[in-house]
């Protein structure tokens, strides 16, 4: 996917996760936070390839990841992505005073682009170091601007389309979820 048609799924997975209320942050978030924390994280995974945008302007990042991984390989991963959720939380001095907001949308960005590349038909190592690629090839080509524009306005016709009291907290369905589970493993478990 091109630099152009993963910013605007970012944007687009943006609303999306502000009009859900994903989280209390995203849903009540300051615009001019989430949209350049969206924008950052969509850009990041291709830091992978030394001629995209992150890879020009961080080369000496770039140039070992690209050497190491190849591109579409560890930044294209979930496991990237815990590492930097893990980084934001844990490491990312207080003092730096960043707000919540940009964190989140910049996760949620990161996010955006690895379900973004899962539309081409070469897809991602979702599991890295596991070889298995995960796609939905609904793009036919990796760089097909006009269909990442179209599953951009569409994913963002159909967040505006949501009404809205929709709401989709998700640390209320994890918390009911895990509830579920141990209630079920209690049943089924003999004491
Ligand atoms: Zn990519």
Redesign the pocket.
């Known amino acids: ?1 091109t630099a152009e048609g ?1 910013l605007l799924f970012s944007v687009a997975s943006l609303i999306m996760a502000h009009k859900l209320q994903l989280t209390p942050e995203l849903a009540q978030g300051d615009w001019l936070h989430m949209v350049p924390g969206a924008l950052l994280g969509a850009l990041l ?2 830091i ?2 030394p001629s ?1 945008i992150p890879g020009r302007l961080f080369r000496i990042f770039s140039l070992p990841i690209s050497k190491l991984c190849g ?2 390989g560890f ?2 991963s979930l496991i990237a992505w815990m590492i930097l959720l893990i980084s934001c939380y844990q490491w990312l001095p207080a003092s730096w005073g960043i707000p919540v907001d940009l964190v989140q949308a910049f996760l949620l960005g990161y996010l955006s ?2 379900i ?2 899962m539309l081409t038909p070469s897809g ?1 190592p979702l599991l890295w170091p596991l070889p298995q690629r995960f796609c939905l090839p609904l793009l036919r080509s990796k760089t097909n601007k006009r269909g990442e524009r179209f599953v951009s306005v569409l994913l963002t016709v159909c967040a505006c389309l949501l009404p809205s009291g929709y709401q989709l907290d998700l640390y209320f369905q994890i918390e009911m979820a895990i509830k579920y589970i141990q209630n079920q493993l209690s049943i089924h478990l003999p004491t």
């Open positions: 996917m993963h995974p291709d992978d390839h995209s591109h579409r930044t294209h682009h690895l973004a590349d991602v």
